[in-house]
């Protein structure tokens, strides 16, 4: 193939992904929105809600590093489009028992805890694919696309999921996630996964698991780049789970917002993603997306006092509240944007084709793990320390990170090395 075919075969393969996977999404949350709904109206527990979220996490963190595992030894594409196929089965064999049994929790959280699997399966693979579907000039615009997918459907499937939920049953929740995969894995099946194939090690492919995995680990280990994002990466997990637990605690128990304008707030916070994934999109490759991404990441570390302002400082009308709320939603999912885009486009230019899979699911299993023990911790700090300390602390320890992870020091160090990679590179395609 030339390279002019090349680059025609890379520009099907960046539209086909961005219509697959908003697709997908789409069809999935949805089905999220429908199900956390319908076990709600069922049970009225929250602990019944909090075991079908366990169900949709811990499964990930255990089983990410064997498909990492999977998708650096066996071939991708088949991976992914298998397991597509068994999510539609698994959601296919709720919908049979469903029509015959009748629905019921069980069933939902285990058919969850094999979604979860077979999903994981088909994400982490696809994301270690990408350098090999599209040329690395163009990385940047995949996943800026991936992130327009996922705003987009921010928007959408909480829309259409609740006006749905009024008039159809749980079943048709179901039908349409079988009808969003069978369509994603149609559209994945027409891609080439071996179009920028350029694998030099083939060694990890005779390896056990527990020694594949091993190696992955000194990988990042021996990499200031890959070493210094991960756990600046893993930290921000962490920290920022005091936006997953304070947002609706400050807008709800604090401010005393009606659900409605709630949902409101969070509908304006997923336009500032979508308004700067079309940003990402359209403009040329950043020059230096870890310098632009420690910019976006500082911007966003704000967003922790500006929640906590009001609180302290000045008292506001409830409509004042409700537009500067508002307004530090968009800024915040904006920067949020801005800062995870381009840390996905230095993790798929500086990890080798034969190690894509393992660092990505340790990564995914690590920054999984982080979640509930994050939300854990913060869901104990807001209610013994109140929200305006919570917030500033946070704040605190999170520009602090930053400027001592990313200093001036080691994004030279970070630069040098991306610098010698790319040289060797050019002298492995040159032989």
Request: charged content about 15%; aromatic content about 12%.
């Amino acid at each position: 193939m030339t390279s002019e075919q090349s680059l025609r075969k890379a520009s099907y393969h960046i539209g086909i992904f961005a219509v697959s996977k908003f697709v997908s999404v789409m069809g999935a949350n949805i089905v999220a929105f429908g199900i956390s709904l319908y076990i709600l109206k069922l049970t009225g527990s929250a602990t019944s809600f909090s075991i079908n979220i366990l169900c949709s996490i811990v499964p990930r963190v255990l089983f990410s590093p064997l498909i990492g595992y999977m998708a650096d030894r066996y071939n991708k594409k088949v991976l992914v489009i298998s397991s597509q196929i068994l999510t539609v089965v698994t959601v296919a064999i709720l919908l049979l028992y469903a029509n015959w049994q009748g629905m019921s929790i069980m069933a939902i959280y285990i058919m969850m805890v094999f979604y979860t699997i077979f999903t994981s399966c088909s994400g982490i693979t696809l994301t270690a694919s990408i350098g090999q579907l599209v040329d690395q000039d163009r990385i940047q615009k995949v996943m800026s696309l991936n992130q327009l997918s996922m705003s987009l459907a921010a928007i959408g499937a909480p829309m259409i999921g609740g006006i749905l939920y009024g008039f159809v049953s749980i079943e048709v929740f179901l039908i349409i996630q079988i009808i969003a995969f069978s369509i994603s894995t149609l559209l994945d099946a027409t891609m080439n996964f071996n179009l920028y194939k350029t694998e030099k090690n083939h060694a990890q492919k005779s390896e056990p698991f527990l020694k594949s995995m091993k190696s992955a680990y000194h990988y990042i280990k021996n990499r200031k780049t890959l070493k210094t994002i991960i756990t600046l990466a893993l930290c921000l997990n962490l920290f920022f789970s005091a936006f997953a637990v304070g947002i609706s605690y400050v807008l709800v128990e604090v401010v005393q917002f009606k659900s409605l304008h709630v949902g409101w707030i969070e509908s304006i916070g997923a336009v500032g993603m979508l308004l700067a994934s079309i940003y990402l999109t359209a403009r040329k490759n950043l020059k230096n997306p870890i310098l632009f991404s420690k910019r976006a990441l500082l911007i966003l570390s704000t967003m922790f006092f500006l929640f906590a302002l009001p609180l302290i400082l000045f008292e506001l009308t409830y409509i004042q509240l409700f537009i500067y709320y508002g307004i530090t939603s968009f800024l915040m999912t904006m920067t949020e944007v801005c800062t995870n885009v381009p840390i996905g486009v230095i993790l798929q230019k500086s990890i080798e084709e034969s190690y894509r899979g393992r660092v990505f699911a340790l990564f995914e299993t690590l920054a999984t793990g982080m979640m509930p023990f994050g939300i854990l911790i913060y869901g104990f700090l807001y209610d013994y320390f109140g929200a305006p300390s919570v917030l500033i602390g946070t704040g605190i320890i999170v520009i602090s990170l930053t400027l001592y992870l990313l200093r001036t020091s080691v994004l030279k160090q970070m630069k040098e090395e991306q610098l010698n990679e790319n040289s060797q590179e050019d002298k492995f395609a040159e032989a």
